[in-house]
């Protein structure tokens, strides 16, 4: 029986319960003699413990439920970050830099590759690190500022200069 069938079944039996009362207060309101009231008292009273005794299961089943639906999301956020960090490969860049590389991956999302910072995917979150200045030899991760020196680096690729532009004449 799972947790949604024992709310059901904990609420039809507290509708029943207050049914039973309804009923028992019925058999009093007749008039019926001083002997039956006893019984009606603690008739009366075993139904008020079971009332509480289904109310108590009820927030407990509640409880439950919502521990599971918890459970439920945390597990499917642990795929998402499961699958998204498969896609990373430890890579040495030089002697005694390791950076995580993106994986070639035909996924449809067309990244380019790319390297994350180390420190941040050793928490398991994916920073790209970035390179601020593209005339020096340093990339940098714009959420935990690590930053390295790719000086004598052939693995990471370096941005490609535009070269001089000049101006266009002679068109006013």
């Given amino acids: 029986m799972n947790t949604v069938e024992i709310i059901e079944v904990v609420t039809s039996g507290l509708t029943a319960a207050k049914g039973a009362l309804d009923v ?4 009093k309101s007749l008039g019926a003699p001083s002997e039956d009231d006893e019984i009606v ?3 009366k009273k ?3 413990e079971v009332q509480d005794f289904l109310l108590r299961t009820q927030a407990l089943a ?5 521990d599971k639906d918890q459970f439920e999301r945390e597990l499917l956020a642990e795929r998402e970050q499961s699958n998204l960090l498969k896609k990373y490969s430890l890579v040495e860049v030089r002697k005694g830099l390791h950076l995580y ?4 991956v035909s996924d449809g999302s067309g990244a380019p590759v790319h390297y994350a910072c180390p ?3 050793n928490q398991r979150r994916v920073s790209i690190l970035q390179q601020p200045h593209p005339t020096k030899n340093e990339v940098k991760c714009p959420s935990c500022s690590f930053t390295c020196d790719i000086r004598s ?3 990471i690729p370096k941005p490609q200069s535009r ?5 266009i004449r002679g068109i006013w």
């Fill in 46 to 48: 075993r139904v008020a």
């Fill in 119 to 121: 420190n941040c995917f």
């Fill in 163 to 167: 070269g001089r532009t000049r101006p």
């Fill in 41 to 43: 008292s603690s008739v």
């Fill in 153 to 155: 680096s052939d693995n």
């Fill in 101 to 104: 590389q993106s994986c070639q």
């Fill in 62 to 66: 509640l409880e439950i439920l919502k």
């Fill in 24 to 27: 028992l207060q019925g058999v």
